[in-house]
């Protein structure tokens, strides 16, 4: 027999098709930061940390620490993996310097 392309039609006989099979990544799992309420930490401390590392406007960081002193607890943001270990370390590194005992957690969301 002739080879493919040289005037003689290819009946697919002997041929080897791959089908490619769509692979669906998932949305890396998202983790919630947490601060939590304590009797120590003053509430001007809570607000310029919700301010300088979670990007709080005034009202908006006021209302998350009113949460957390009312609920004992509130989430500050909802991030990847890494990014919410980050913040986390910010957060408790900042109160250690400040002598405060605030705590931040990261669960997932």
């Given at each position: 027999p002739a080879p493919p392309g040289k005037g003689v039609p290819d009946d697919g006989q002997g041929s080897v098709v791959a089908e490619r099979k769509s692979q669906r990544t998932q949305p890396p799992r998202m983790y919630q930061v947490v601060m939590l309420n304590d009797d120590y930490t003053p509430m001007e401390f809570v607000v310029m940390v919700l301010q300088e590392f979670?990007?709080?406007?005034?009202?908006?960081?006021?209302?998350i620490?009113?949460?957390i002193h009312h609920e004992?607890?509130?989430?500050?943001?909802?991030?990847?993996?890494d990014v919410a270990a980050t913040k986390v370390e910010l957060v408790l590194a900042a109160a250690r310097r400040g002598g405060h005992p605030l705590q931040c957690i990261m669960e997932a969301a």
């Open positions: 979670f990007k709080r406007d005034l009202e908006t960081a006021t209302q620490m009113l949460k004992g607890r509130g989430v500050c943001g909802v991030y990847s993996k």
